[in-house]
């Protein structure tokens, strides 16, 4: 797997709280599962993802790219080696918490 910001952390972390608050122990499991699907497909091939979510074209910055992975969009630094920098659930209102 790959790393993750300092951001990246604090944003799996939050989510994860948040299932655990709700006692949705397959909400964590899949959000555990995304994160290794987007690693495994960013170490595969990291030109590949997009430039930003298909809803928000406005998050598209040069050296950032973006996968969906599950119900998740994982944003990457496209450092060598890459880097995951964010993890939003799909319905997240992202351009309001990112950065």
């Known amino acids: 797997m790959i ?4 951001l990246a952390e604090r944003q799996v972390a939050a989510l ?3 299932y655990e608050d709700k006692q949705r122990p397959e909400a964590i499991q899949a959000l555990i599962l995304a994160i290794l699907a987007a690693s495994s497909r ?5 030109a590949a993802g997009l430039a930003a979510p298909r809803p928000y074209p406005i998050l598209a910055r040069r050296g950032r790219l ?3 992975a599950g119900r998740y969009w994982v944003a990457y630094l496209t450092t060598s080696p890459p880097v ?3 993890v939003f659930y799909d ?7 990112l950065d």
């Not at 790393?3 to 300092?6: C, N, Y």
């Open 16 to 18: 994860r709280k948040n």
């Open 84 to 86: 995951i920098a964010a």
């Open 91 to 97: 319905a997240a209102d992202i351009p309001d918490r």
């Open 3 to 6: 790393g993750l910001t300092a």
């Open 66 to 68: 973006w996968v969906k």
């Open 42 to 46: 960013i170490e595969l091939n990291p």
